[in-house]
């Protein structure tokens, strides 16, 4: 508990990584991604499935570097998620070698760890302040799930996947992102403070769905953690695995309702 | 060899669909997709991968919905994508049920299968005659091929997937596709013929990689067809599996070369 916490505090630094936005965000997010798809293959590697880092790390060069030459391009985004696709695909061929999972576990990890992560860039390109959204829905869902459930859990929610929560802990975990989200919403964007209450409502089920996809994978890869970076918390996998699901759901919500 | 004929003859009237284009062509699109996702998971089935086809069905009909709505639309096109990997990411919650295998055979799918397909329609919203290309690489890539491995063929390309190609019919299926994408070019679009020979010469071997990809899959799933739908000529997925790899590189090349 005690490394929990200070290691927790080793955390706050990233913090004024996000206030700053721009270049060390990005840098960030490029640093998330690549130690994901590490801790991400190395899990799958536990399950006998061997993915290609190196398809995957040049597929986080070419997006960052498309991003740099043309942020915001879906067109582009949209060519390099077909050609990461097709090149994953090459690497099944030596099929004395390798399996149809390699390069599917390869092609998962392109879309799950990049691709998902990538949002977070693009909520700072878009409508740099929402960055908050993103963190505030991923780490209040968890914080209220963990006290409301601890406090009113009795119904399990899906025993057999992660036996500790509880429907109670769902919906206070919920509840409580929604109304951080408006509090959020009424004091730094009060324009659209009540936007703000359905982002964070559909933010926080999708946390809980990233929450519950990373367990779901460590439990079949038969892994605790992805990782030890961060003591304490596991890996960056198991500190972001809800944020991948936020940033792409507060981004849409930006970038097709909001605009 | 009369069966498959009478069977490719029996095609014919397909182009009269893609000479169409429009609604017919995206109808077309359409069936080829969820028959294409019903034979691609029918193969996972023959090696115990289960995925949703149920989540696939539901993403064409959403993709399809989008493009209705708001045709060209590549932001969105991204929202289905991260959405229909999201609802794929559930699939495995009921871990005594299901593996992540199944997940994530139900995402390369509808990348696969649903997403790469549909360039096919992109290519006739943006620039009709070149639906030609994509058939045209796709096609004479594979008959060069064949013929010229049958004359000169000595080498083999990889003789563990697909023990019956040569190098000598890559070079030949690639050089024949080039010749013929100038030609097409020459006659059709004569303001960019040799812009035909290049897109003529990376779609040609794409349409390999293409092949060799169906091929993978089938191998290890332990099928020699992935359907028989169609008499001495397989399923869908076997007749178009150089296409789902030529529709994104003639797509992206028109989108961001040409353009």
Same mark, same amino acid.
């Given at each position: 508990?005690?490394?929990? #916490?200070?290691?927790?505090?080793?955390? &706050?630094?990233?913090?004024?990584?996000?206030?700053?936005?721009?270049?060390?965000?990005?840098?960030? +997010?490029? $640093?998330?991604? &690549?130690?994901?798809?590490?801790?991400?293959? %190395?899990?799958?590697?536990?399950?006998?499935?061997?993915?290609?880092?190196?398809?995957?790390?040049?597929?986080?060069? &070419?997006?960052?570097?498309?991003?740099?030459?043309?942020?915001?391009?879906? @067109?582009?985004? !949209?060519?390099?998620?077909?050609?990461?696709?097709? $090149?994953?695909?090459?690497?099944?061929?030596?099929?004395?070698?390798?399996?149809?999972?390699?390069?599917?576990?390869?092609?998962?990890?392109? /879309?799950?760890?990049?691709?998902?992560?990538?949002? #977070?860039?693009?909520? %700072? @390109?878009?409508?740099? #302040?929402?960055?908050?959204? #993103?963190?505030?829905?991923?780490?209040?869902? %968890?914080?209220?799930?963990?006290?409301?459930?601890?406090?009113?859990?009795?119904?399990?929610?899906?025993?057999? =996947?992660?036996?500790?929560?509880?429907?109670?802990?769902?919906?206070?975990?919920?509840?409580?992102?929604?109304? +951080?989200?408006? /509090?959020?919403?009424?004091?730094?964007?009060?324009?659209?403070?009540? @936007? !703000? =209450?359905?982002?964070?409502?559909?933010?926080?089920?999708?946390? @809980?769905?990233?929450?519950?996809?990373?367990?779901?994978?460590?439990?079949?890869?038969?892994?605790?953690?992805?990782?030890?970076?961060?003591?304490?918390?596991?890996? $960056?996998?198991?500190?972001? %695995?809800?944020?991948?699901?936020?940033?792409?759901?507060?981004?849409?919500?930006?970038?097709? &309702?909001?605009?």
């Amino acid at each position: 508990m005690k490394t929990r #916490v200070l290691s927790g505090l080793a955390m &706050v630094p990233l913090l004024a990584l996000v206030y700053l936005g721009g270049y060390p965000l990005l840098a960030l +997010c490029v $640093i998330i991604a &690549v130690i994901g798809i590490k801790e991400f293959y %190395d899990g799958f590697n536990a399950m006998g499935i061997k993915p290609c880092h190196l398809i995957a790390y040049a597929s986080v060069f &070419v997006l960052y570097l498309i991003n740099a030459a043309a942020p915001g391009n879906f @067109q582009m985004i !949209c060519a390099w998620l077909a050609g990461s696709i097709m $090149i994953s695909s090459l690497y099944m061929f030596k099929t004395t070698e390798r399996t149809p999972a390699d390069a599917m576990a390869t092609m998962v990890g392109i /879309i799950y760890v990049i691709f998902f992560s990538f949002h #977070v860039v693009l909520v %700072d @390109q878009t409508y740099p #302040v929402m960055i908050w959204m #993103v963190l505030l829905t991923a780490f209040c869902t %968890d914080i209220f799930a963990y006290f409301s459930g601890y406090f009113f859990g009795k119904h399990k929610l899906c025993p057999t =996947l992660s036996p500790k929560k509880t429907i109670e802990g769902a919906v206070g975990g919920t509840l409580g992102t929604v109304i +951080c989200s408006g /509090i959020f919403g009424y004091f730094v964007v009060p324009e659209i403070w009540w @936007q !703000c =209450l359905i982002m964070g409502f559909v933010a926080a089920i999708f946390s @809980q769905f990233g929450d519950l996809t990373a367990s779901a994978y460590k439990r079949k890869m038969g892994i605790k953690d992805y990782g030890n970076l961060i003591p304490g918390h596991g890996g $960056i996998m198991d500190r972001f %695995d809800s944020v991948l699901f936020t940033a792409p759901v507060i981004y849409y919500y930006i970038a097709l &309702v909001l605009n």
